[in-house]
Structures are given as C-alpha cells and as structure tokens.
C-alpha cells in the first residue's frame, strides 16, 4: 500500500436552516464551496438524526440477510440491485471490499425489491427517506441554479423523481469487517479513488465509522489523486456530507469541481476503524430527456441518458486500460463492472 500524505483542511459547514430568509447566503457559500472545494457539510437540513438512524438500521436489516435471498435482487443494467465485490475501480483494478444495494423511484424498481415478507417495512422506510434525501436535493439545486444564471426550477425539473424517465439512486453500502490482528492484504481496498459522475451526491455517514477521504479537485496533480495529499472527513451525527459530480461540473462549464474521494483501507490499528462501515449515498442522477449544457455552452447539448451512457463508457475504458496495464505488468485482472454512479 502506498503511503499518503494527509492535509489538515476541513471542509465548507453550510447550514440550509431557515432556508428561504438565508437563500442568497446559502447559495453564495455553495456556490463558494464548489469553486473551491467540490466537498462541503451540510447542517440544518431539516432531516433528524433518528431519521438517518432509522434508514441505516433499515440497510443492516437488508445486508444481514444470507447471500442468496440478497441475489434474488441482482444488480442490473437499471442501475438498481444488489452487488457484492463487484465493483472494480479503474484506480485500483480492484474490486471494493463491500457490498451494495441500489434503489430507484418508479418502474426501475419493477422486481427489484425483495417481497415484504422477506424483509418488511423495508420498501416504504426507504422510499420515505429518498424522498427526504431528495428535499434537501432540491434546495441545494436551487441554489445551484441561481449561482449559474439559471432559473430558480431549472435542475429541480431535470431531476424530477416523480417522473418515468427518473435515474436518481439511493446506495446503501456495507464494507466489510477486519481483523486488526492480522495484517491487512496487499491489494484490498474498500473503495478506490474515484469522482461520481451525478449532479451532486448526500453522503450519510455513521458517527465513529471513519475511512472516508477527499481529494479536492482544483489540488489534484496526479491521476485520481495518488501521490497528492488527502483530507480526512470523519462522520459527524447528523451531517450531510456533499460532493460535486462530473454531471454538475459539465453543466457549470467547469465552474465547479467535481471530486476525487475514496474509503481507506485499515492498515494501522492505532489509527485506522477495522469495524464494519455503513454509508449511504443519495446520487442526483438527471432525467433520461432532460437536456443538459451549461450557460456558457462550453460542451455540446446532451440528454441525460447519453451523459450517462458516456460516462459508463469512460469508466468502462479506463477500467479496461487499467486491466491492460495490470496484465503488462504481471498482476491478474479479472472480476466484472459495476457502473454505479461512484
């Protein structure tokens, strides 16, 4: 494992209380933390604590359940269901040491929910709380909108979650336990360096479950970060941790930055959480026929299904490259893609 040399910025903490008197504060200190950071801590958001308990308890319930009943829901071509160890980073060409489960609003979900019997309350829990994740979307793509010259409904629309052509995913993902008594493998990671391609993601996080670090766009020198320096973003209760995506740095003619982050792989025990760690991130993805260019027309129109395609066609390329790199070098390459919005 290479070493890393770690900085000790923090992040912007933007509180969304009283939303609508603050609106123009708010959205110069987004507008503000995407320029210059791509990572910020939202507070006063309006989701409680018990709420984002609730939903992480929800996603133990799902993980606890054998393999098999867990497979009955596949990852698909959808972008929803359940993966495990099967999502390979062309940073690393490894596949993340974790598990996931993808979920999406309407008919994407068609079969891809477990039967109530299997896991009961599961399906409306999580689709209340999407729908409270996508509440706090909407006020931040407000903002955004207003910081672009845009008018003030202009990404809400393109993200409407109440419509058929809807790609927006919530992941709940489960990385696995280590022992610190034995010394971490050579090549494991939990979640390799990587920037999302949505419009702007809500990480939540449980407090005392560390491993997530950023590399801040505008610093980055090298090729998904290694070599550069990181920054520790240790889970607060409550907090929404947010990241631009590569949708919203298209969309902002590269005003914004979208940005490299990862989960560190435990290899100290003096420092490092060996325990399992439960995430959950909500992924703004566009609606299939919105249409998608930025006020300064620096990249052609696209429709949100073909910035998607692209995009998996990026990490589908890189991916490969790295494998090719890997066989070059003697190192096995297998395994197969996730391509998750992260």
Request: hydrophobic share 40%; charged share 25%.
């Amino acid at each position: 494992m290479a070493n890393t040399t770690y900085s000790n910025r923090s992040i912007p903490k933007i509180s969304l209380h009283d939303f609508e008197s603050r609106i123009d504060t708010i959205t110069s200190e987004l507008v503000a933390a995407a320029e210059a950071d791509g990572f910020f801590a939202l507070v006063g958001h309006g989701i409680s604590e018990a709420e984002i308990e609730a939903q992480f308890a929800a996603a133990e319930r799902f993980f606890s359940l054998p393999d098999d009943v867990k497979a009955a829901v596949p990852f698909s071509h959808r972008n929803t269901g359940w993966e495990k160890q099967a999502q390979i980073r062309p940073s690393t060409g490894a596949a993340d040491q974790k598990e996931s489960y993808q979920m999406q609003y309407g008919a994407a979900m068609d079969g891809m929910w477990l039967p109530e019997e299997a896991l009961p309350g599961f399906r409306d829990q999580s689709l209340a709380f999407m729908r409270r994740a996508q509440q706090v979307s909407d006020r931040l793509m407000v903002c955004f909108a207003r910081g672009l010259g845009f008018p003030d409904d202009y990404f809400v629309r393109a993200h409407d979650v109440s419509r058929p052509t809807a790609q927006t995913v919530l992941r709940l993902l489960h990385y696995f336990a280590l022992d610190p008594a034995v010394p971490t493998p050579n090549g494991y990671y939990r979640a390799g360096a990587h920037a999302d391609w949505d419009f702007v993601t809500l990480l939540f996080q449980r407090p005392g479950q560390s491993g997530l670090e950023i590399c801040p766009g505008r610093e980055v020198f090298t090729e998904f970060g290694i070599g550069d320096k990181w920054t520790k973003v240790e889970p607060a209760a409550g907090e929404i941790v947010c990241n631009i995506g590569d949708l919203l740095m298209s969309w902002s003619d590269d005003r914004f930055k979208s940005t490299f982050h990862r989960v560190k792989t435990p290899t100290d025990p003096a420092t490092d959480y060996y325990g399992p760690r439960y995430s959950m991130a909500y992924f703004n993805q566009p609606n299939t026929d919105c249409e998608i260019q930025g006020p300064l027309k620096k990249y052609p129109v696209v429709t949100g299904s073909e910035f998607t395609r692209a995009a998996m066609k990026r990490n589908y390329d890189a991916l490969q490259a790295k494998k090719k790199e890997m066989v070059n070098g003697g190192v096995a390459a297998g395994g197969s893609l996730v391509a998750a919005a992260s």
